[in-house]
């Protein structure tokens, strides 16, 4: 995948919850936590995360998942691995 921008990395994590939460996407932002969508329970968790790989083409393994508490760490952890595809 191409390098994305901040704005373009948010966008994309932002349609991954629009397709799992049915939520508006502007309404997500770097501070949104599980609390703020009430489908974001363990079971929503695993449809988010599916997908957010399928969004980017990444494969996240128990402790990607376990660490995406709220949509700063997912884009932390999406900027991450998208720099591991990258540099490979």
């Given amino acids: 995948m191409e ?11 932002r349609s991954a919850f629009k397709s799992s939460f049915e939520v508006d996407p502007q309404t997500v932002t770097l501070n949104t936590v599980p609390g703020d969508i009430s489908a974001w329970d363990s079971m929503g968790h695993v449809t988010l995360a599916s997908s957010l790989e399928q969004v980017f083409g990444l494969t996240f393994d128990v402790d990607d998942l376990m660490a995406m508490e709220n949509v700063k760490e997912i884009y932390r952890i999406v900027q991450a691995k998208l720099g591991q595809v990258q540099s490979a």
């Fill in 3 to 13: 390098n994305l921008s901040a704005d373009q990395l948010l966008g994309k994590i």
